[in-house]
Nanobody
């Protein structure tokens, strides 16, 4: 399983960014793809997730209402767009993947958010810097 995150950059507060996570090396059909972030001096936190089998999206409170997660199956890529960015969104954003084969997809996502250290597949991270 390989994940390539991209799309980070410097953006002014109030702006938007679309992050990409391109997957390879596995069958894309039954996976949960989750985005995490780690800001300066902060712990890693889950941001959003999507399950490829049923396309159900999950958002944490920090981005709920101003973000959209989506999938392009043909490109095996998951996108996370965050709007109305604030300096609090400054962080390195990582995507991760866990199989949902033989599992409940929602429980897989919940587990990923609760126990991120148990996730074995991570992308390399992309830096988002929001200036005030």
């Amino acid at each position: 399983v390989q994940l390539q995150a991209s799309g980070g950059g410097l953006v002014q507060a109030g702006g938007s960014l679309r992050l990409s996570c391109t997957a390879s090396g596995f069958i894309f059909d039954k996976y949960a793809i989750a985005w995490f972030r780690q800001g300066p001096g902060k712990e890693r936190e889950g941001v959003s997730a999507i399950t490829t089998s049923d396309l159900k999206a999950y958002y944490k409170d920090s981005v709920k209402g101003r973000s959209t997660i989506s999938i392009d199956r043909a490109k095996t890529t998951v996108y996370l767009q965050i709007d109305n960015l604030t300096p609090e969104d400054t962080a390195v954003y990582y995507c991760s993947a866990e199989t949902t084969a033989g599992r409940d997809p929602m429980i897989t996502v919940v587990t990923m958010f609760r126990v991120p250290d148990a996730i074995t597949s991570w992308g390399q991270g992309t830096l988002v810097t929001v200036s005030s």
